[in-house]
């Protein structure tokens, strides 16, 4: 074998390799486009049944836990008082911190009786952390709150179960 036939094949070689490499760039890519822009999982539904009788008060509550030092808690606050001003008829939100203190913006959001003890029963994965919590107490939504997409969803979750049930009640 020559000298040529030798360079031929490995340059041919070696451009096989750089296009396996491209595409294997290629495909990490679009799996990093796909996911949501914080880094946090979608917001799932709860994986296992939770039951908080302490927020059983007979009509749906979207509630969200949030720290008082977490910068991203403070701006899912202001998406939050947004989303309430244009659903308040139809929904009711509340605010629960770790500490139990009250947020600055309580009184657009209602209060959660025990704020450590639903800290401890739900015991978040990540803050800030959403619920939605049907009139008997069962949390039918449950995920993490990584956006402002994610606050609204939320929050249409609690207005949609709100309307079904009132629509139950009046069937």
Do not use: K
Not at 56 to 72: E, I, T, Y
């Amino acid at each position: 074998m020559s000298v040529v036939v030798s360079a031929f094949l490995v340059t041919w070689i070696a451009l096989l390799l750089l296009g396996l490499a491209l595409a294997g760039v290629v495909r990490q890519l679009r799996l990093l486009s796909n996911q949501t822009p914080t880094g946090l999982p979608p917001s799932p539904a709860p994986t296992r049944a939770v039951h908080l009788p302490g927020l059983a008060r007979g009509f749906p509550q979207a509630v969200l836990l949030v720290d008082q030092s977490c910068r991203v808690c403070q701006d899912r606050l202001m998406d939050l008082a947004a989303q309430v001003d244009s659903h308040a008829d139809a929904v009711s939100v509340a605010v629960a911190t770790r500490d139990g203190e009250p947020v600055e913006q309580s009184t657009r959001f209602g209060a959660v009786e025990d704020p450590v003890a639903l800290f401890d029963r739900v015991d978040p994965p990540y803050l800030p952390y959403g619920i939605v919590v049907a009139g008997d107490g069962r949390v039918t939504f449950a995920g993490p709150m990584g956006s402002a997409a994610h606050v609204g969803q939320l929050v249409q979750t609690a207005v949609d179960l709100a309307m079904g049930e009132r629509y139950a009640a009046q069937a």
